[in-house]
């Protein structure tokens, strides 16, 4: 069990793009940080679509999904919203009445709100911060990782209070030229290369804490 | 022959860490992207130093030294300074009467200057912008490559530029919370991942303009 969070990030750094709207979720050329992964078959099954390549990415994206018992993420990547959730257009979040997760989700958000199930994924809203919806996740997922989804900021969260047991960049060999950064003002520290997964539109760096 | 750049970078993505100054010009943290190189036997060699490590890593270093006909940097890198000669401390650089480099190096600066010799090297002060160095570097260089040795303002400019036929990153696991950045503000583009060589302290990503 491992509190893991594995990202897809521009060679120059970003999550996202520049000028985030509820159109474009992940800014100006966002897309393009997860082109690799919708060709997967081992995500196009998860996400419920046909086909699909196999191989050493597949494997990777596979591998994680396996192993991943509950998922913490931020408000903004559940919803993109902010503020009080009746005002929020994507309340039940970006993924229909079928999540992909299949497995408890928390949600770090100010706003409280009932758990609220769609299919097999239950999103349960954590108000007191990083470290409550850990302890949650942590007994929701069993002997499983725990995954943190996302955005940059939580991902930050986590990484500087040291509960992050692996940090696994997929590197995409794209320039966005602005938007969201993972990795931005956060206290210096070593780490340790774990694994290269290399293929030619993308490269999956998984680094241990030293 | 190509136009190449090989530089460390932090997994946060600086060159350089904070508050550089004459007596830490890497900045805080910044010595620590190159403990990886300093240990190296090619690295070594170069440097007039004995002993020190052979394999992968020492490899890549190698070949980057044995491809480089000529250099081109930022009056920065050369010195640490900026402004008229006569004030800078470092006038003639980091690197003592014998610099490593051992063939024709161009430096960028907007303070016009006769060229110096120093052992093998010979220091060439380029104010006329970086498509002129590039000119002059490939002149010197014959059949070898021209290597854009940094800092980081002046990579951006000819990877902007599109003039860069290579980036390879050395990918030190390190956070240093701030500093110079090697990716940032370019325009929107796509690489091509062309080589990754792994080892535990570092990581050498190739990439190539699409």
Redesign the interface.
């Known amino acids: 069990m491992a509190v893991i969070c594995d990202i897809s990030v521009s060679?120059?750094?970003f999550v996202a793009?520049p000028n985030q709207t509820l159109e474009q979720p992940l800014g100006?050329?966002g897309e393009?940080l997860h082109e690799w992964v919708v060709r997967l078959k081992s995500w196009r099954e998860r996400h419920g679509m046909e086909g699909g390549e196999t191989g050493p990415d597949a494997e990777v994206v596979e591998e994680g999904v396996q192993r991943a018992g509950a998922t913490i993420m931020g408000r903004r990547m559940f919803s993109s919203g902010s503020g009080p959730w009746e005002d929020d257009p994507k309340a039940n979040g970006w993924w229909g009445d079928e999540p992909p997760f299949r497995h408890p989700v928390f949600v770090l958000t100010h706003h409280a709100r009932e758990p609220l199930e769609l299919g097999e994924t239950t999103f349960t809203f954590v108000t007191n911060g990083v470290e409550t919806a850990l302890e949650q996740a942590r007994a929701a997922a069993g002997d499983k990782d725990v995954q943190v989804a996302g955005g940059a900021n939580v991902v930050q969260q986590y990484l500087g209070a040291g509960l992050l047991d692996a940090l696994e960049?997929h590197?995409v060999?794209?320039?966005?030229?602005?938007g969201v950064?993972l990795?931005?003002?956060?206290?210096?520290?070593?780490?340790?290369?774990d694994r290269?997964v290399?293929?030619?539109?993308v490269?999956h760096?998984r680094?241990r804490r030293?």
Do not use: N
């Open positions: 060679l120059d750094g793009g100006e050329g393009g960049i590197l060999p794209v320039l966005l030229g602005g950064r990795l931005d003002e956060l206290e210096p520290s070593e780490l340790e290369l290269v290399a293929s030619p539109t490269t760096l680094y030293a």
